[in-house]
């Protein structure tokens, strides 16, 4: 009966698709005689995959770290010299895919949160970039059960449920890396019971109404590109680092798993939700926690929670409230109040932004703007770039460049602007990406709509110190957050 009601709740999955200001000026179109010159000049080469890991010492020096790696880079121990890796345009119709999820689920309702928590202990994971779930996604390796087996889980800022694959695989398994966890040679699994408060807080964090196996709580989630996982609602210890272990953590068994996951086991839900990680751990890290995504797919960042003293953060965060658009939502919803090209301040009206808010998410690739300040945007980087041959558009990016003749090339800075005066700024990396010289493209797209949230993609975060204070519902950034 168990198994009959996890495949029929995976069909059901299988069919189902998850589914003010006034106008006026953010900016006036100016510039100083110093930011004519806000350029940087950068090797096309480094904007390029390496075969070489180089890993940052940053994680090294906090308490409570985990590594994190591209999934399709050399820092990843299991891309060996066969691995097979999806092509950029590949990347990118993924991405596309994880965006019109978000802008379908960006308008439902989330429980709401905010607990008051006070300041404690931290603990740091490495973190890894990959492309699974919608593409683009960076990968942390936690331990589960009891002995502990490690696992490498995506981990998504987009979502709150914490799963992996599970024996048996009732129907379908795809393939992994590691072995497939097995609850029966742990001591400390258990299952939740289908008629308990447990089982119901599922709906909230997975957008779908758990059903039940006897007795036992069963769960399903799917993405926009309708990958999903079915199985058991369980406890379990989670071991994040030596010292850091959380016993009755709560997470999908997942016994029916079909999608474009890669080789990592699962996911690690990093929401705002009560089954998220950052919830369940709450009483220890105090619903804070920070990362830094390496600049490239041969580098390392890490992924920390808590901020506890030695965790070695930037006193140089800049902090910007989450914004109230998004208090019931899983996600984190930011306030941008304005753009800048090379020092030019965009003429972009305030309403453009504010109509359909933002967010920042770790799972999108590129960042997505409203129609109208991409097409600034465009416009400016276009001048600063004028002197370089276009090339054909990649996919969704539309704005591309031959540099197979350049062994250096100077790059207009790119800055974002959120409420209370905070200014992030990116380059290099975090502007352009590529797989090749001939096509580079700005890592920048429009949405399809003027209602569509904005979404702040992985591409521009990379290298940032990203700190997440839930509780203070405030995010911070700091440039060099991996070195």
Same mark, same amino acid.
């Not at 607990?115 to 740091?124: F, L, R």
């Not at 992924?303 to 506890?308: D, I, V």
């Given at each position: 009966m168990a198994l009959l009601r996890i495949l029929l709740f995976a069909c059901v999955l299988s069919l189902r698709l998850l589914c003010s200001l006034e106008e006026g000026f953010a900016f006036e179109e100016t510039e100083t005689a110093e930011s004519q010159h806000d350029t940087r000049t950068i090797q096309p080469s480094s904007l390029l995959p390496s075969s070489i890991c180089d890993t940052s010492t940053k994680a090294n020096e906090r308490k409570a770290t985990l590594k994190v790696v591209h999934k399709h880079g050399p820092c990843n121990k299991f891309n060996?010299?066969?691995a097979k890796f999806p092509s950029q345009a590949e990347i990118l119709q993924q991405d596309q895919s994880r965006v019109n999820s978000i802008h379908s689920k960006s308008r439902l309702s989330k429980n709401s949160v905010g607990?008051?928590?006070?300041?404690?202990?931290?603990?740091?994971i490495p973190a890894k970039d990959g492309s699974v779930v919608a593409s683009g996604d960076y990968v942390v390796t936690v331990g589960i059960g009891t002995p502990k087996k490690d696992l490498s889980l995506v981990?998504? /800022?987009?979502?709150?449920?914490?799963w992996t694959q599970c024996e048996p695989c009732l129907k379908f398994c795809y393939q992994q890396k590691e072995p497939i966890y097995d609850p029966s040679a742990s001591r400390t699994y258990a299952n939740v019971s289908c008629s308990s408060a447990t089982c119901d807080s599922l709906e909230s964090g997975t957008g779908m109404t758990p059903q039940c196996a006897g007795s036992t709580c069963v769960y399903g989630i799917e993405y926009g590109d309708n990958s999903f996982s079915a199985g058991f609602f369980a406890k379990e210890?989670?071991?994040l680092t030596s010292s850091d272990i959380f016993p009755n953590f709560l997470f999908g068994c997942g016994q029916n798993n079909r999608g474009l996951y890669g080789k990592a086991a699962g996911l690690l839900g990093l929401g705002q939700d009560s089954i998220s990680l950052v919830s369940q751990t709450s009483r220890k890290y105090k619903k804070y926690f920070s990362y830094c995504l390496p600049s490239s797919s041969s580098s390392t960042g890490h992924? /920390?929670?808590?901020?506890?003293a030695g965790n070695g953060l930037s006193k140089t965060i800049k902090f910007t409230p989450l914004s109230t658009a998004t208090a019931d939502s899983s996600f984190y919803g930011l306030d941008i109040i304005g753009l800048s090209v090379g020092g030019k301040k965009l003429p972009i009206p305030i309403s453009v932004f504010s109509s359909a808010g933002a967010i920042i998410d770790s799972g999108t690739v590129v960042t997505r703007l409203p129609p109208a300040a991409y097409s600034a945007l465009r416009s400016t980087f276009k001048n600063f770039m004028s002197k370089y041959p276009t090339a054909p558009a990649l996919s969704i990016l539309d704005t591309c460049y031959d540099f197979s003749n350049y062994t250096s090339i100077s790059v207009p800075v790119i800055s974002f602007f959120f409420n209370r005066g905070v200014e992030v700024s990116i380059e290099g990396s975090a502007i352009l990406i590529g797989r090749s010289p001939k096509q580079i493209c700005l890592a920048f797209a429009g949405n399809s709509d003027d209602s569509d949230v904005a979404i702040i993609g992985n591409v521009q975060q990379k290298t940032l110190e990203v700190v997440y204070d839930v509780a203070q519902r405030r995010v911070g950034f700091a440039p060099n957050g991996c070195s």
């Open positions: 060996g010299g066969n607990a008051d928590v006070k300041e404690t202990d931290a603990t740091t981990f998504d /800022t987009g979502s709150d449920l914490t210890t989670l071991t992924l /920390t929670f808590g901020k506890a």
